[in-house]
């Protein structure tokens, strides 16, 4: 009788590893396609970086759309053409100081 119980005992055993390295088996194949996927994945910064990063959404479009209606008064009220072509180099030349004066937070 004991004989027995040893042998379904080593049976069962013997079936538990074999189910214990299968698993290992899936879990290491797993990390693998993990390991290729994220290696193969672009990855996005979350954060803002840049000179531009410290103003709000609604602050970048008030600059793009200022800066704009300031060239399209320039091109529309200015009748030559080497006036306009100085204003608007003077206008992007001098939009980073008056972005810092207008919205610097210190």
Do not use: C, F, N, Y
Not at 1 to 28: G, I, Y
Not at 46 to 57: C, I, K, V
Not at 66 to 87: E, K, S
């Amino acid at each position: 009788m004991s004989k027995e119980r040893a042998r379904r005992r080593e049976a069962r055993e013997a079936q538990l590893e074999r189910d214990r390295a299968v698993r290992r088996r899936q879990v290491a194949r797993r990390a693998r396609r993990r390991a290729v996927v994220r290696r193969l994945t672009p990855r996005v910064r979350m954060g803002r970086s840049g000179r531009l990063a410290r103003h709000t959404r609604g602050e970048r479009a008030a600059i793009v759309l200022l800066t704009g209606v300031a060239l399209i008064a320039i091109w529309a009220l200015v009748d030559d053409l080497a006036l306009r072509v100085a204003l608007v180099v003077l206008l992007l030349l001098v939009l980073p100081a008056i972005v810092v004066i207008a919205l610097d937070r210190r």
